[in-house]
Protein backbone atom coordinates (compact mmCIF):
# COMPACT_ATOMS: atom_id res chain seq x y z
CA UNK A 1 0.00 0.00 0.00
CA UNK A 2 3.38 3.51 -2.59
CA UNK A 3 5.41 3.03 0.65
CA UNK A 4 8.03 5.52 -0.81
CA UNK A 5 8.27 8.86 -1.74
CA UNK A 6 7.85 9.39 -5.62
CA UNK A 7 11.08 10.33 -6.64
CA UNK A 8 13.12 7.45 -5.35
CA UNK A 9 10.70 4.51 -7.30
CA UNK A 10 11.40 3.01 -10.66
CA UNK A 11 8.89 3.72 -13.45
CA UNK A 12 6.82 0.92 -14.97
CA UNK A 13 7.73 0.84 -18.56
CA UNK A 14 4.71 2.33 -20.63
CA UNK A 15 3.09 -0.33 -23.16
CA UNK A 16 4.61 0.76 -26.93
CA UNK A 17 1.21 1.22 -28.45
CA UNK A 18 0.81 4.59 -26.93
CA UNK A 19 1.25 7.71 -28.69
CA UNK A 20 4.99 9.31 -29.08
CA UNK A 21 4.78 13.08 -29.90
CA UNK A 22 2.17 15.72 -29.07
CA UNK A 23 0.15 15.33 -32.52
CA UNK A 24 0.07 11.83 -32.09
CA UNK A 25 -1.73 12.42 -28.87
CA UNK A 26 -4.35 15.11 -30.23
CA UNK A 27 -5.36 13.35 -32.93
CA UNK A 28 -6.84 9.72 -30.41
CA UNK A 29 -8.75 12.79 -29.15
CA UNK A 30 -7.12 12.74 -25.46
CA UNK A 31 -7.99 15.65 -23.61
CA UNK A 32 -6.10 16.95 -20.45
CA UNK A 33 -7.98 16.97 -17.43
CA UNK A 34 -7.34 18.42 -13.79
CA UNK A 35 -6.17 15.11 -11.01
CA UNK A 36 -9.19 15.50 -9.47
CA UNK A 37 -11.71 15.42 -12.49
CA UNK A 38 -9.96 12.40 -13.11
CA UNK A 39 -10.75 10.58 -9.86
CA UNK A 40 -14.21 12.14 -10.17
CA UNK A 41 -14.69 9.79 -13.61
CA UNK A 42 -12.57 6.93 -12.75
CA UNK A 43 -14.90 6.59 -9.88
CA UNK A 44 -18.10 7.18 -11.19
CA UNK A 45 -16.65 4.52 -14.04
CA UNK A 46 -16.09 1.76 -11.37
CA UNK A 47 -19.55 2.67 -9.75
CA UNK A 48 -21.06 2.24 -12.85
CA UNK A 49 -19.53 -1.45 -13.49
CA UNK A 50 -20.12 -2.54 -9.94
CA UNK A 51 -16.63 -3.04 -9.27
CA UNK A 52 -14.67 -2.52 -6.10
CA UNK A 53 -13.69 1.02 -5.69
CA UNK A 54 -10.88 0.37 -2.75
CA UNK A 55 -10.23 -3.28 -3.06
CA UNK A 56 -8.44 -4.18 0.38
CA UNK A 57 -10.30 -1.85 2.71
CA UNK A 58 -12.32 -3.95 5.21
CA UNK A 59 -15.27 -3.13 7.72
CA UNK A 60 -15.65 0.46 6.09
CA UNK A 61 -18.10 -0.04 3.49
CA UNK A 62 -21.14 1.38 4.99
CA UNK A 63 -19.39 3.76 7.39
CA UNK A 64 -16.22 5.42 5.92
CA UNK A 65 -15.87 4.99 2.11
CA UNK A 66 -19.36 6.59 1.53
CA UNK A 67 -17.75 9.48 2.93
CA UNK A 68 -14.34 9.31 1.27
CA UNK A 69 -16.58 9.06 -2.10
CA UNK A 70 -18.05 12.37 -1.57
CA UNK A 71 -15.42 14.05 -1.06
CA UNK A 72 -13.79 12.50 -4.12
CA UNK A 73 -16.69 13.39 -6.09
CA UNK A 74 -16.94 17.03 -4.60
CA UNK A 75 -12.96 17.47 -5.38
CA UNK A 76 -12.50 18.06 -1.64
CA UNK A 77 -8.76 17.66 -0.32
CA UNK A 78 -9.43 15.58 3.13
CA UNK A 79 -8.21 14.82 6.40
CA UNK A 80 -9.00 11.49 7.99
CA UNK A 81 -9.15 11.64 11.79
CA UNK A 82 -8.36 8.27 13.40
CA UNK A 83 -6.38 6.12 16.59
CA UNK A 84 -3.90 4.96 15.29
CA UNK A 85 -4.27 1.08 13.41
CA UNK A 86 -7.68 2.32 11.61
CA UNK A 87 -6.21 1.72 8.48
CA UNK A 88 -5.83 5.56 7.48
CA UNK A 89 -2.64 5.19 5.33
CA UNK A 90 -3.62 2.13 3.32
CA UNK A 91 -7.04 4.02 2.75
CA UNK A 92 -4.98 6.96 1.23
CA UNK A 93 -2.53 4.91 -0.20
CA UNK A 94 -5.66 3.16 -2.27
CA UNK A 95 -6.61 6.58 -3.70
CA UNK A 96 -4.09 6.11 -6.39
CA UNK A 97 -5.04 3.08 -8.06
CA UNK A 98 -8.36 5.32 -8.71
CA UNK A 99 -6.28 7.55 -11.55
CA UNK A 100 -5.80 6.62 -15.12
CA UNK A 101 -2.79 4.17 -15.47
CA UNK A 102 -0.84 5.99 -17.69
CA UNK A 103 -0.94 9.54 -18.18
CA UNK A 104 1.14 11.67 -20.91
CA UNK A 105 3.69 13.89 -19.66
CA UNK A 106 6.70 15.93 -20.81
CA UNK A 107 9.87 13.94 -20.74
CA UNK A 108 12.34 15.27 -17.91
CA UNK A 109 9.69 17.24 -16.25
CA UNK A 110 10.32 17.38 -12.34
CA UNK A 111 6.52 18.82 -12.27
CA UNK A 112 4.89 15.76 -14.10
CA UNK A 113 3.86 19.03 -16.72
CA UNK A 114 1.19 17.56 -19.12
CA UNK A 115 1.84 17.96 -22.77
CA UNK A 116 -1.14 20.13 -23.13
CA UNK A 117 -0.98 22.03 -20.26
CA UNK A 118 2.98 22.64 -19.29
CA UNK A 119 3.53 25.19 -16.31
CA UNK A 120 6.74 26.86 -16.66
CA UNK A 121 8.23 29.48 -19.04
CA UNK A 122 10.58 27.00 -20.40
CA UNK A 123 8.13 24.29 -20.52
CA UNK A 124 5.49 26.40 -22.21
CA UNK A 125 8.33 27.90 -24.77
CA UNK A 126 9.48 24.03 -25.41
CA UNK A 127 5.79 22.82 -26.28
CA UNK A 128 5.19 26.22 -28.51
CA UNK A 129 8.17 25.82 -30.50
CA UNK A 130 8.27 21.87 -31.17
CA UNK A 131 3.92 21.82 -31.92
CA UNK A 132 3.00 18.50 -32.83
CA UNK A 133 6.46 17.39 -33.45
CA UNK A 134 7.07 17.33 -29.50
CA UNK A 135 8.26 14.24 -27.91
CA UNK A 136 6.09 13.19 -24.80
CA UNK A 137 6.34 10.67 -22.08
CA UNK A 138 4.00 8.20 -20.27
CA UNK A 139 3.85 8.06 -16.49
CA UNK A 140 2.48 5.01 -14.74
CA UNK A 141 -0.36 5.80 -12.15
CA UNK A 142 1.91 4.43 -9.02
CA UNK A 143 4.51 6.89 -9.87
CA UNK A 144 1.89 9.93 -9.35
CA UNK A 145 1.30 8.99 -5.30
CA UNK A 146 3.70 10.35 -3.01
CA UNK A 147 3.13 10.58 0.70
CA UNK A 148 6.19 12.25 3.96
CA UNK A 149 5.57 11.11 7.27
CA UNK A 150 5.25 14.45 9.23
CA UNK A 151 7.79 14.70 11.63
CA UNK A 152 9.30 17.47 13.67
CA UNK A 153 12.33 18.20 11.25
CA UNK A 154 10.44 18.58 8.18
CA UNK A 155 11.64 21.55 6.54
CA UNK A 156 9.63 23.85 4.19
CA UNK A 157 12.67 22.70 1.35
CA UNK A 158 11.51 19.13 2.09
CA UNK A 159 7.33 19.84 1.40
CA UNK A 160 7.63 22.54 -1.10
CA UNK A 161 11.32 23.28 -1.93
CA UNK A 162 14.08 25.92 -2.20
CA UNK A 163 16.54 28.15 -3.67
CA UNK A 164 19.52 26.56 -5.42
CA UNK A 165 22.71 28.62 -4.91
CA UNK A 166 24.53 26.66 -7.54
CA UNK A 167 21.74 28.24 -10.21
CA UNK A 168 21.41 31.40 -8.72
CA UNK A 169 25.48 31.63 -9.04
CA UNK A 170 24.95 30.57 -12.64
CA UNK A 171 23.05 33.65 -13.22
CA UNK A 172 19.20 33.29 -12.61
CA UNK A 173 16.84 35.33 -10.96
CA UNK A 174 15.08 34.61 -8.12
CA UNK A 175 11.69 34.86 -10.28
CA UNK A 176 13.40 32.18 -12.09
CA UNK A 177 11.48 28.90 -12.12
CA UNK A 178 14.85 26.97 -12.64
CA UNK A 179 16.14 28.34 -9.77
CA UNK A 180 14.26 26.25 -7.03
CA UNK A 181 14.80 22.45 -6.00
CA UNK A 182 11.30 21.74 -5.77
CA UNK A 183 10.01 19.30 -2.57
CA UNK A 184 7.79 16.37 -2.75
CA UNK A 185 4.35 18.46 -3.35
CA UNK A 186 5.42 20.12 -6.23
CA UNK A 187 6.90 17.14 -7.26
CA UNK A 188 3.95 15.31 -6.80
CA UNK A 189 1.85 17.79 -8.76
CA UNK A 190 -0.90 15.91 -11.00
CA UNK A 191 -0.99 12.95 -8.67
CA UNK A 192 -1.94 12.65 -5.05
CA UNK A 193 0.55 13.66 -1.71
CA UNK A 194 -0.61 12.38 1.67
CA UNK A 195 0.49 14.28 4.65
CA UNK A 196 1.10 11.26 7.52
CA UNK A 197 0.53 12.46 11.36
CA UNK A 198 -0.22 16.18 10.49
CA UNK A 199 -0.11 17.83 13.78
CA UNK A 200 3.63 16.52 14.34
CA UNK A 201 4.38 18.92 11.61
CA UNK A 202 5.44 22.77 13.19
CA UNK A 203 3.30 25.17 12.79
CA UNK A 204 5.69 27.10 10.67
CA UNK A 205 5.78 24.25 7.93
CA UNK A 206 2.39 23.87 7.85
CA UNK A 207 1.60 27.50 7.07
CA UNK A 208 3.32 26.52 4.10
CA UNK A 209 0.83 24.43 2.79
CA UNK A 210 -1.46 27.27 3.02
CA UNK A 211 -1.05 28.23 -0.44
CA UNK A 212 -0.92 24.78 -1.58
CA UNK A 213 -4.83 24.09 -0.87
CA UNK A 214 -6.25 27.00 -1.35
CA UNK A 215 -4.12 29.14 -4.16
CA UNK A 216 -2.87 26.24 -5.85
CA UNK A 217 0.59 27.88 -5.85
CA UNK A 218 3.98 27.68 -4.08
CA UNK A 219 5.86 30.04 -2.14
CA UNK A 220 9.94 30.14 -1.55
CA UNK A 221 12.10 32.29 0.34
CA UNK A 222 9.88 35.39 0.36
CA UNK A 223 8.83 35.28 -2.97
CA UNK A 224 5.39 33.67 -4.81
CA UNK A 225 6.23 31.53 -7.48
CA UNK A 226 3.33 31.08 -9.47
CA UNK A 227 2.72 27.75 -10.55
CA UNK A 228 -0.99 26.03 -10.41
CA UNK A 229 -0.50 22.80 -8.64
CA UNK A 230 -2.91 20.16 -9.65
CA UNK A 231 -3.05 17.52 -6.82
CA UNK A 232 -4.97 15.78 -4.51
CA UNK A 233 -3.95 16.69 -1.09
CA UNK A 234 -5.26 13.84 1.97
CA UNK A 235 -3.85 14.06 5.62
CA UNK A 236 -4.04 12.03 8.86
CA UNK A 237 -4.16 12.59 11.97
CA UNK A 238 -5.16 11.19 15.58
CA UNK A 239 -8.59 12.89 16.83
CA UNK A 240 -6.79 13.99 20.24
CA UNK A 241 -3.93 16.20 18.31
CA UNK A 242 -6.29 17.51 16.32
CA UNK A 243 -8.79 18.59 18.50
CA UNK A 244 -7.72 18.41 21.72
CA UNK A 245 -4.11 19.74 21.41
CA UNK A 246 -4.71 22.25 19.11
CA UNK A 247 -1.75 21.58 17.04
CA UNK A 248 -2.95 21.92 13.85
CA UNK A 249 -3.20 25.74 13.29
CA UNK A 250 -7.02 26.78 12.09
CA UNK A 251 -6.54 28.45 8.58
CA UNK A 252 -5.21 24.93 7.62
CA UNK A 253 -8.01 23.25 8.99
CA UNK A 254 -10.51 25.48 7.40
CA UNK A 255 -8.71 24.63 4.04
CA UNK A 256 -9.84 21.12 3.98
CA UNK A 257 -12.94 19.97 2.22
CA UNK A 258 -13.83 17.27 4.43
CA UNK A 259 -12.93 15.78 8.10
CA UNK A 260 -13.57 12.51 7.95
CA UNK A 261 -13.39 9.53 10.98
CA UNK A 262 -12.23 6.68 10.73
CA UNK A 263 -12.73 3.67 13.03
CA UNK A 264 -12.04 -0.11 14.68
CA UNK A 265 -14.12 -2.72 12.98
CA UNK A 266 -17.17 -2.39 14.43
CA UNK A 267 -18.19 -6.07 14.81
CA UNK A 268 -16.18 -9.41 15.37
CA UNK A 269 -16.47 -10.82 12.11
CA UNK A 270 -14.94 -7.65 10.60
CA UNK A 271 -11.98 -7.85 12.88
CA UNK A 272 -11.78 -11.82 11.67
CA UNK A 273 -11.99 -10.75 8.42
CA UNK A 274 -9.39 -8.27 8.90
CA UNK A 275 -6.82 -10.77 10.63
CA UNK A 276 -7.15 -13.29 7.73
CA UNK A 277 -7.00 -10.73 5.02
CA UNK A 278 -3.61 -9.40 6.79
CA UNK A 279 -1.88 -11.89 9.31
CA UNK A 280 0.94 -13.54 7.47
CA UNK A 281 0.65 -17.04 9.48
CA UNK A 282 3.65 -19.59 9.25
CA UNK A 283 1.36 -22.73 10.43
CA UNK A 284 -2.06 -23.20 10.56
CA UNK A 285 -4.00 -21.22 12.57
CA UNK A 286 -8.18 -22.79 13.09
CA UNK A 287 -11.22 -20.59 13.07
CA UNK A 288 -11.63 -21.09 16.74
CA UNK A 289 -8.21 -19.73 17.80
CA UNK A 290 -8.55 -17.02 15.66
CA UNK A 291 -12.14 -15.53 16.78
CA UNK A 292 -10.15 -15.77 20.23
CA UNK A 293 -7.33 -13.49 19.64
CA UNK A 294 -9.96 -11.13 17.25
CA UNK A 295 -12.17 -11.01 20.74
CA UNK A 296 -8.89 -10.04 22.76
CA UNK A 297 -7.82 -7.41 20.74
CA UNK A 298 -12.13 -6.13 20.94
CA UNK A 299 -11.68 -7.16 25.04
CA UNK A 300 -7.80 -4.70 24.98
CA UNK A 301 -9.11 -1.88 23.09
CA UNK A 302 -12.70 -1.71 25.45
CA UNK A 303 -10.71 -2.53 28.71
CA UNK A 304 -11.32 0.35 31.57
CA UNK A 305 -7.22 0.03 32.36
CA UNK A 306 -6.11 0.81 28.55
CA UNK A 307 -5.92 4.37 27.71
CA UNK A 308 -8.75 4.88 25.15
CA UNK A 309 -7.04 8.01 23.61
CA UNK A 310 -4.20 6.34 22.06
CA UNK A 311 -6.59 2.98 21.01
CA UNK A 312 -5.29 -0.26 20.37
CA UNK A 313 -4.47 -1.06 16.55
CA UNK A 314 -5.64 -3.91 14.30
CA UNK A 315 -1.82 -4.91 13.94
CA UNK A 316 -2.42 -6.15 17.98
CA UNK A 317 -4.85 -8.42 16.56
CA UNK A 318 -2.61 -9.39 13.39
CA UNK A 319 0.47 -9.49 15.17
CA UNK A 320 -0.92 -11.79 17.81
CA UNK A 321 -2.54 -14.20 14.92
CA UNK A 322 1.50 -14.50 13.85
CA UNK A 323 3.04 -14.95 17.10
CA UNK A 324 0.35 -17.48 17.57
CA UNK A 325 1.16 -19.43 14.24
CA UNK A 326 5.07 -19.09 15.27
CA UNK A 327 4.72 -20.72 18.57
CA UNK A 328 3.18 -23.75 16.88
CA UNK A 329 5.53 -23.79 14.22
CA UNK A 330 8.15 -23.87 17.66
CA UNK A 331 6.23 -27.02 19.12
CA UNK A 332 6.49 -28.73 15.63
CA UNK A 333 10.48 -28.01 15.55
CA UNK A 334 10.67 -29.17 18.90
CA UNK A 335 8.93 -31.90 18.54
CA UNK A 336 10.67 -33.06 15.29
CA UNK A 337 14.19 -32.57 16.88
CA UNK A 338 12.98 -34.92 20.13
CA UNK A 339 11.07 -38.12 18.63
CA UNK A 340 12.38 -37.29 14.57
CA UNK A 341 8.74 -37.45 13.47
CA UNK A 342 7.36 -34.02 12.17
CA UNK A 343 4.55 -32.78 13.21
CA UNK A 344 2.26 -30.31 11.12
CA UNK A 345 2.32 -27.28 12.78
CA UNK A 346 -1.22 -25.99 13.84
CA UNK A 347 -1.65 -23.55 16.67
CA UNK A 348 -3.98 -24.10 19.92
CA UNK A 349 -5.67 -21.80 22.19
CA UNK A 350 -2.55 -22.16 24.77
CA UNK A 351 -0.27 -20.79 22.44
CA UNK A 352 -2.24 -17.49 23.05
CA UNK A 353 -0.58 -16.88 26.13
CA UNK A 354 2.71 -15.83 24.61
CA UNK A 355 0.77 -12.87 23.25
CA UNK A 356 0.53 -11.09 26.31
CA UNK A 357 4.26 -10.52 26.71
CA UNK A 358 5.21 -10.04 23.05
CA UNK A 359 2.70 -7.35 22.55
CA UNK A 360 2.29 -5.95 25.64
CA UNK A 361 4.53 -2.64 24.02
CA UNK A 362 1.51 -2.06 21.59
CA UNK A 363 -0.91 -0.71 24.02
CA UNK A 364 -0.69 2.54 26.14
CA UNK A 365 -2.24 1.43 29.74
CA UNK A 366 -3.71 3.54 32.31
CA UNK A 367 -1.04 5.11 34.65
CA UNK A 368 -2.66 2.98 37.68
CA UNK A 369 -2.10 -0.39 36.10
CA UNK A 370 1.72 0.20 36.44
CA UNK A 371 3.68 -3.16 36.52
CA UNK A 372 0.44 -5.56 36.01
CA UNK A 373 1.01 -5.18 32.09
CA UNK A 374 0.56 -8.79 31.60
CA UNK A 375 -1.80 -9.17 34.31
CA UNK A 376 -4.51 -7.10 32.78
CA UNK A 377 -4.02 -8.61 29.24
CA UNK A 378 -4.12 -12.22 30.71
CA UNK A 379 -7.21 -11.87 32.31
CA UNK A 380 -8.56 -9.96 29.22
CA UNK A 381 -7.25 -13.54 27.05
CA UNK A 382 -8.79 -15.46 29.80
CA UNK A 383 -12.34 -13.37 28.93
CA UNK A 384 -12.13 -13.85 25.38
CA UNK A 385 -11.44 -17.39 25.66
CA UNK A 386 -14.30 -17.99 27.36
CA UNK A 387 -16.36 -16.05 25.39
CA UNK A 388 -15.04 -17.69 22.44
CA UNK A 389 -16.23 -20.98 24.09
CA UNK A 390 -19.33 -20.51 24.92
CA UNK A 391 -20.41 -19.15 21.48
CA UNK A 392 -19.31 -21.85 19.80
CA UNK A 393 -19.84 -24.43 21.79
CA UNK A 394 -23.30 -23.82 23.59
CA UNK A 395 -25.53 -26.18 23.96
CA UNK A 396 -23.67 -29.68 23.49
CA UNK A 397 -23.12 -32.15 26.27
CA UNK A 398 -19.87 -32.45 27.01
CA UNK A 399 -19.81 -34.60 29.90
CA UNK A 400 -17.76 -36.62 28.00
CA UNK A 401 -14.84 -34.69 28.37
CA UNK A 402 -15.46 -33.95 31.95
CA UNK A 403 -15.18 -37.68 32.73
CA UNK A 404 -11.92 -37.57 31.06
CA UNK A 405 -10.67 -36.63 34.36
CA UNK A 406 -12.50 -38.57 36.66
CA UNK A 407 -11.56 -40.29 40.26
CA UNK A 408 -8.05 -38.44 39.86
CA UNK A 409 -7.13 -38.61 36.60
CA UNK A 410 -5.46 -35.52 34.78
CA UNK A 411 -5.34 -34.98 30.96
CA UNK A 412 -1.28 -32.94 29.97
CA UNK A 413 -1.28 -30.73 27.51
CA UNK A 414 1.01 -27.81 26.69
CA UNK A 415 4.08 -25.91 24.49
CA UNK A 416 5.31 -29.12 23.91
CA UNK A 417 3.22 -31.78 24.63
CA UNK A 418 2.16 -33.20 20.74
CA UNK A 419 -1.31 -34.35 19.16
CA UNK A 420 0.07 -37.98 19.29
CA UNK A 421 0.43 -37.75 23.08
CA UNK A 422 -2.66 -35.85 23.84
CA UNK A 423 -4.66 -37.52 21.79
CA UNK A 424 -3.67 -40.85 23.12
CA UNK A 425 -4.47 -39.37 26.68
CA UNK A 426 -7.80 -38.56 25.40
CA UNK A 427 -8.85 -41.72 23.65
CA UNK A 428 -12.33 -42.20 22.43
CA UNK A 429 -14.77 -39.16 24.05
CA UNK A 430 -18.36 -38.55 23.06
CA UNK A 431 -19.05 -35.86 21.90
CA UNK A 432 -15.99 -34.98 20.30
CA UNK A 433 -17.51 -35.06 16.44
CA UNK A 434 -19.87 -32.79 17.27
CA UNK A 435 -17.12 -30.25 18.87
CA UNK A 436 -15.02 -30.54 15.88
CA UNK A 437 -17.82 -29.64 13.81
CA UNK A 438 -18.76 -26.42 15.67
CA UNK A 439 -15.56 -24.93 15.45
CA UNK A 440 -14.77 -25.75 11.92
CA UNK A 441 -12.70 -28.51 11.66
CA UNK A 442 -14.57 -30.81 9.62
CA UNK A 443 -15.64 -34.24 9.43
CA UNK A 444 -11.72 -35.41 9.04
CA UNK A 445 -9.50 -33.23 11.05
CA UNK A 446 -5.68 -33.95 11.07
CA UNK A 447 -4.42 -35.16 14.84
CA UNK A 448 -3.01 -31.87 15.31
CA UNK A 449 -6.66 -29.93 14.36
CA UNK A 450 -8.09 -32.48 16.15
CA UNK A 451 -5.84 -31.79 19.31
CA UNK A 452 -6.12 -28.28 18.85
CA UNK A 453 -9.94 -29.04 19.21
CA UNK A 454 -9.47 -31.18 22.20
CA UNK A 455 -7.46 -28.53 24.22
CA UNK A 456 -9.90 -25.61 23.76
CA UNK A 457 -13.05 -27.56 25.01
CA UNK A 458 -10.41 -27.92 28.30
CA UNK A 459 -9.40 -24.75 28.71
CA UNK A 460 -13.11 -23.50 28.29
CA UNK A 461 -14.96 -26.37 30.62
CA UNK A 462 -11.79 -24.59 33.33
CA UNK A 463 -12.52 -21.07 32.05
CA UNK A 464 -16.39 -21.73 33.28
CA UNK A 465 -15.26 -23.62 36.26
CA UNK A 466 -16.48 -27.47 34.98
CA UNK A 467 -12.34 -28.21 35.54
CA UNK A 468 -9.40 -27.61 37.32
CA UNK A 469 -5.89 -26.31 36.09
CA UNK A 470 -2.82 -26.72 37.52
CA UNK A 471 0.58 -25.47 34.98
CA UNK A 472 3.85 -27.14 36.14
CA UNK A 473 7.49 -25.93 36.11
CA UNK A 474 7.78 -28.03 33.18
CA UNK A 475 5.36 -26.08 31.43
CA UNK A 476 3.12 -28.64 31.20
CA UNK A 477 -0.99 -27.53 31.55
CA UNK A 478 -2.39 -29.87 33.55
CA UNK A 479 -6.52 -30.55 33.62
CA UNK A 480 -8.15 -32.24 36.68
CA UNK A 481 -11.15 -32.75 38.86
CA UNK A 482 -12.25 -29.18 40.49
CA UNK A 483 -11.32 -30.84 43.90
Not at 138 to 145: D, G, K, T
Not at 146 to 157: R, Y
Amino acid sequence: MGRVSVHTQVSPVPPAELPGTLGALRATGHHYRTVKQELRDNLLARMRAGEDRFPGIVGYEDTVLPEVERALLAGHDMVLLGERGQGKTRLIRSLGALLDEWTPVLPGSVLNEHPMHPLTPASRALVESAGDDLPIGWLHRSMRYGEKLATPDTSVGDLIGDVDPVRLAQGRTLGDPETIHFGLVPRTNRGVFAVNELPDLAERIQVALLNVLEERDIQVRGYQLRLPLDLLLVASANPEDYTNRGRIITPLKDRFGAEIRTHYPLDLELELALIRQEADLVAGVPEHVLEVLARFAREVRESPSVDPRSGVSARFAIAAAETVAAAALRRSGLLAAGSGSAEAPVARVGDAASVTSTLRGKVEFESGEEGREIEVLGHLLRTATAETFRARLAGLDLSGFTALVAEGAVVETGELVSSAELLRQVGTVPGLAKVLDRLGLGDAPSPEEAAAGIEFVLEGLHLTRRLGKDVTDAGRTVYGGRG
